[in-house]
């Protein structure tokens, strides 16, 4: 409304003026700029039972949860620069019992999302140990980590499940009948059951409704048939959450052993994300019906592409992302771009 009465008022000075004689004053293109979405992530961090496993590695003993946190603390406070980052442990760290309460699930954030707040998610993760008798009830915590990112209404919406692949505490399964996690492969209860389906189905129900899940792995190098089994649930569950990997690579998740591998998913899953999907000031509503093209500093002017493979597009009322190799070189320049009318003109 402001921009039309704007251009309106404009007119007729224009007209006036000229009637006059007078000099009229030039238009200016419409350009404003498309600002980088500030990301909202959520940490899903496992330290249950299977994470408490010792394993050696080139002489080196270690346990799963304690290579993970050192990883993350190697690469998570690459994203403080593009997303206000959360953090929730599973089972609780504060009402989880090995022997009364293993499947015991968070009710919070161990960490709100917010910014800068790398340091604060190292802390807790350094405060925090697996325990072998521990649950992993990823599917509640999933869920409560979900409803946290639903109820922030800024941003890019994203959940980093790191973990294992050893997924269990669903008490509405037979015990009798169901994979089972433990070592015997016979369980005494529901909760002991592989929860792999119903998590699958979660992830991929949150991908459909705009959350997607990055999947973090932690695998192992051998061939039997239990890592084997728990590798292909990673990569399904990875394909679920709608950021797998991709190629030729067997391993559709990202491996928490290698901070690298870490940095690579956090860079091109998250960080790309960020510098491609841009804000607006004004509804797309309220400018005029001329084409716009977005231009930056560095990579030059980006045709708009309505079928999403290398260009910009709209994606909602006051957002715009681009797509493709124009995005590639958006994200690689870390560039400023702005939207500017072709065609048409506005104060």
Same mark, same amino acid.
């Given at each position: 409304m402001r921009l039309a009465f704007a251009r309106c008022a404009a007119l007729l000075l224009t007209l006036v003026l000229g009637a006059c004689g007078a000099r009229t004053a030039p238009w200016v293109p419409? /350009?404003?700029?498309?600002?980088?979405?500030?990301l909202q992530v959520m940490l899903v961090v496992d330290r249950s039972g299977s994470m408490a496993i010792n394993v050696f590695d080139h002489r080196?003993? !270690?346990?799963? !949860?304690?290579?993970?946190?050192? /990883?993350?603390?190697?690469?998570?406070?690459?994203?403080?620069?593009? &997303?206000?980052?959360?953090?929730?442990?599973f089972p609780d760290r504060v009402h989880a019992s090995e022997r009364t309460a293993p499947c015991a699930v968070a009710s919070s954030a161990d960490v709100a999302p917010s910014a800068e707040s790398s340091?604060?998610?190292?802390?807790?993760?350094?405060? /925090?140990? &697996?325990? /072998?008798?521990?649950?992993?009830?990823a599917y509640d915590t999933i869920n409560v980590a979900a409803d946290i990112? +639903? #109820?922030? @209404?800024?941003?890019?919406?994203?959940?980093?499940? &790191?973990?294992?692949? !050893? *997924?269990?505490?669903?008490?509405s399964l037979n015990p009798r009948t169901c994979p089972c996690i433990n070592l015997s492969g016979i369980c005494s209860v529901a909760t002991e059951c592989y929860?792999? +389906? #119903?998590?699958?189905?979660?992830?991929?129900?949150?991908?459909h409704r705009g959350i997607p899940t990055l999947v973090l792995g932690m695998d192992l190098d051998t061939t039997d048939v239990t890592t084997s089994r728990h590798r292909d649930y990673l990569s399904r569950l990875a394909r679920a959450g709608g950021l797998a990997r991709g190629g030729t690579n067997p391993r559709e998740f990202f491996d928490l052993r290698y901070p690298s591998d870490?940095?690579?998913?956090? +860079?091109?899953?998250?960080?790309?994300? &960020?510098?491609?999907?841009? @804000?607006?000031? !004004?509804?797309?509503? @309220? *400018?005029?019906?001329?084409?716009?093209?977005?231009?930056?500093?560095t990579v030059g002017a980006i045709p708009r592409d309505t079928t999403r493979t290398d260009g910009w597009d709209w994606i909602g009322s006051n957002a715009v992302e681009v797509f493709g190799a124009s995005c590639d070189a958006v994200h690689g320049a870390r560039d400023r771009l702005q939207l500017t009318s072709e065609g048409a003109t506005c104060l």
């Open positions: 419409c /350009t404003f700029d498309a600002t980088p979405t500030r080196t003993r !270690y346990d799963f !949860y304690r290579r993970m946190a050192d /990883t993350l603390r190697e690469t998570v406070p690459a994203l403080d620069e593009v &997303a206000d980052v959360g953090l929730i442990i340091r604060r998610i190292i802390a807790v993760l350094d405060g /925090t140990e &697996a325990l /072998t008798l521990l649950g992993a009830p990112l +639903e #109820r922030r @209404s800024v941003g890019s919406p994203f959940l980093v499940l &790191a973990a294992d692949g !050893y *997924l269990d505490c669903n008490a929860d792999t +389906e #119903r998590v699958e189905q979660r992830v991929a129900a949150l991908a870490i940095r690579i998913a956090f +860079e091109s899953r998250l960080v790309r994300v &960020a510098w491609c999907r841009r @804000s607006v000031a !004004y509804p797309r509503e @309220s *400018l005029p019906v001329v084409d716009f093209v977005l231009r930056g500093r």
